[in-house]
């Protein structure tokens, strides 16, 4: 029997048991992605669905803040989510500026 090599990921947080993520080689080829890719991919994927934080994402993808922030760009994901109460905030700012 020949045994397909498969992609692994490895997602080891020192707070968190060890995970392992297969993915077949032919499913990566299918894709078009690396292994970096598919881990990447996963991560973006992961914080536009509001699963983890931008900078939870960052670390699953092996990637600095800014690096992740250029992946999300890229896949047209907008990192900064402001909410109502953001722009609640906002509006108070400049009323006590005077704006």
Known sequence: HHLA???????????????????PDETLREAG?????ALVE????????GRLTLWGAAKLAGLS???FEEELRARQI???????????????ALDRLGT
């Open 65 to 67: 803040r800014v690096a």
């Open 33 to 37: 992605l690396s292994e970096r890719d």
């Open 78 to 92: 907008a990192w900064l989510r402001p909410d109502v109460s953001d722009l609640t905030d906002d509006l108070a």
């Open 42 to 49: 996963f991560a973006c994927r992961l914080f536009d669905a």
């Open 5 to 23: 090599r498969e992609a692994t990921f490895i997602m080891d947080e020192k707070a968190f048991c060890k995970q392992c993520l297969v993915i």
